[in-house]
């Protein structure tokens, strides 16, 4: 059936406005401040093939990209039993997730007896059970070490609350009231949801709704295939590195991803990676294929992201790498460490095949956990930190973000920390000289530090990017090493890493955490020496860069001293043409 096309677009935006609308229920009824205030969350609306239709405004891409391989299970195992009014719920990364922490909801809508849509949020959850509190063990071996495992189960049969899985949950996690109010949020929320798809089809039928779900999808296909078509055919090689496994396995990993462009399709062969991980430094299927949707979208960001985005992708990744890792390896590391390296490696490869749009790569998300005991209850606090993307053709890369396929996530507020947990900051700030010169540089990373007002903690840190710093392309350079310090400028200074596990903390211990900038793009000599004074004054550029970086030199007044200034740039240029 076709669609008028005013009538398309119509519904066509309804089916955002709804997620949005679906999703501003979650931030206000949810338990979890990462999820009220740090909008951790990814919704959208599926038709009823489970395909993706549409996402909102503040939706993660990483866990769009997943849902619909999880749908997609739910389909196949319940066949012949799925009825209006049931709920399911899944965090199995192995069907169609992340990590255990992430945890999905999805409510099929029905037209009758048919069915004709979903409507699904996924949150992350502060903790999932698991031998350290908020579930992140870098070392693990197996992943029955991280917390509960939700394979696609009815939360709710037939509008009845299924009562086994609640208890599972509660007798699982710690903190179970916190976890038990978000799944009834993430419930609740994908109900309104239902209810307006209702109404739209009550509006325009269903007939119309189904046919605009269609017709989005094949929009956004023939627009990507379009794209692609202006990408010169051929093979392009990317790859990236993990630092280490873990603390106790300091082994790097590679990942490797061979591109290949043929006429309106691309293919993403990850063959070449390592063996799968030893420790929770690992991807499954579906992640490391929401890794390369999201980096291509980031490519092309005014293609509406929907299923359509998919069709024209084929994705290679074998079992048994750290790509496509299988139970039970433990996948906790997964976000923070082979995701964000997927995404590197390909941001690599499209650098080769699109120089105009390719970008330095960005900064590695840095997940942190701390749990212990306050005012006679127990709690677990998790923090992620902003970094800077990198630089491009034409722009700097922005500063201060959260990772790049967390786009609609934001910092949890120091003051809900502080409300929430014993902890106080003490600095958050932008990092000088943290980002990677280029002519047009990285976007700067921050700093934050903190403190353990009361009590004794556990400390468990998820991230990367100690060995490998985000590197930077054509020329540019790469950015600066990530880190997690015990008690900064003190005699007591110790680097905890960022792959802790259960690291102690004391009342008074000080935590700093060291989030990169992105690589830079292009030759840092060639950047205009007055952009390069403007960072100095602005302070993302200490003096000292500067000249060493850039071959600039910025007056106490903030200034290019341009005789310095060529003469600098001429001696460096010289020593590196002697090599």
């Known amino acids: 059936m076709s669609v008028d096309p005013i009538i398309f677009a119509v519904i066509h935006n309804s089916f ?61 195992r319940y066949a012949d039993d799925i009825h209006p009014g049931d709920v399911f719920i899944m965090n199995d990364p192995f069907v169609g997730g992340t990590h255990f922490n992430d945890v999905g909801v999805a409510r099929p809508v029905y037209n009758g007896s048919e069915l004709v849509a979903f409507a699904a949020v996924c949150g992350h959850w502060p903790d999932v059970g698991g031998q350290e509190p908020g579930s992140f063990v870098a070392n693990a071996r197996e992943h029955f070490q991280e917390g509960l495992r939700i394979p696609p189960m009815k939360l709710v049969m037939a509008g009845k609350p299924n009562m086994a899985v609640f208890d599972i949950i509660a007798c699982n996690m710690r903190i179970p009231d916190e976890r038990l109010g978000d799944v009834r949020a993430q419930s609740g929320a994908t109900l309104l949801a239902e209810r307006r798809l209702v109404e739209l089809a009550e509006k325009y039928g269903w007939d119309s709704v ?44 590679r990942v490797h991803v061979q591109l290949m462009v043929d006429g309106d399709r691309m ?105 212990g005991s306050y005012h006679g209850s127990d709690y677990v606090a998790y923090l992620y930190s902003e970094g800077g993307f990198g630089g491009r053709a034409t722009k700097d890369g922005p500063p201060g973000l959260v990772s790049l396929y967390g786009g609609g996530a934001k910092i949890t507020p120091a003051e809900v920390m ?50 490998f710093p985000p590197f930077g392309i054509l020329g540019g350079r790469p950015a600066a ?59 993302y550029v200490t003096s000292d860069q500067a000249a060493s970086a850039y071959g600039v030199v910025v007056s106490s007044a903030g200034t290019v001293d341009e005789d310095a200034t060529s003469t600098l740039r001429r001696t460096l240029q010289e020593s590196r043409e002697k090599g």
């Open 16 to 76: 955002s406005s709804i997620v949005n609308e679906m999703n501003l229920a979650l931030f206000r009824s949810a338990y979890s401040p990462v999820i009220t205030e740090g909008r951790d969350i990814g919704g959208a609306v599926f038709d009823g093939r489970g395909r993706l239709v549409a996402q909102g405004d503040w939706d993660l891409a990483v866990f769009v990209g997943m849902l619909e391989f999880s749908l997609r299970d739910i389909l196949e």
């Open 418 to 467: 502080e409300r929430r947990y014993p902890i106080e900051f003490e600095e958050w700030s932008l990092w000088p000289d943290s980002a990677g010169a280029g002519t047009y540089r990285g976007g700067v990373g921050s700093r934050k530090t903190f403190r353990l007002l009361e009590g004794e903690a556990r400390l468990s840190c998820l991230g990367d990017r100690e060995v």
């Open 210 to 253: 189904t046919a605009a779900m269609n017709e989005s999808i094949g929009y956004s296909e023939r627009l990507l295939r379009t794209e692609i078509e202006r990408i010169p055919d051929g093979v392009y090689e990317g790859e990236d590195f993990v630092d280490m496994e873990s603390l106790d396995r300091p082994y790097p990993k």
């Open 267 to 371: 293919g993403f062969d990850f063959s070449a990676s390592d063996a799968e991980s030893l420790s929770a430094s690992n991807s499954t299927y579906s992640a490391t294929s929401s890794a390369v949707f999201v980096t291509t979208k980031s490519l092309f960001p005014d293609i509406p992201m929907n299923h359509g985005c998919f069709e024209p992708l084929e994705i290679v990744a074998r079992e048994g790498t750290i790509v496509n890792a299988r139970p039970p390896r433990a996948i906790s590391g997964m976000a923070a460490t082979v995701y964000e390296k997927v995404i590197g490696a390909c941001l690599g490869a499209f650098a080769q095949a699109l120089p105009d749009r390719a970008v330095g790569c960005p900064y590695n998300l840095i997940n942190l956990t701390i749990g």
């Open 481 to 539: 090493r990530q880190g997690l310090i015990l008690n900064a400028g003190s005699r007591h200074e110790r680097n905890i890493t960022l792959k802790a596990v259960g690291f102690p903390l004391e009342a008074g211990d000080r935590v700093t955490i060291l989030a990169a900038g992105g690589g830079g793009y292009g030759d840092p000599m060639e950047r205009d020496a007055m952009l390069v004074a403007a960072d100095v004054v602005q302070g």
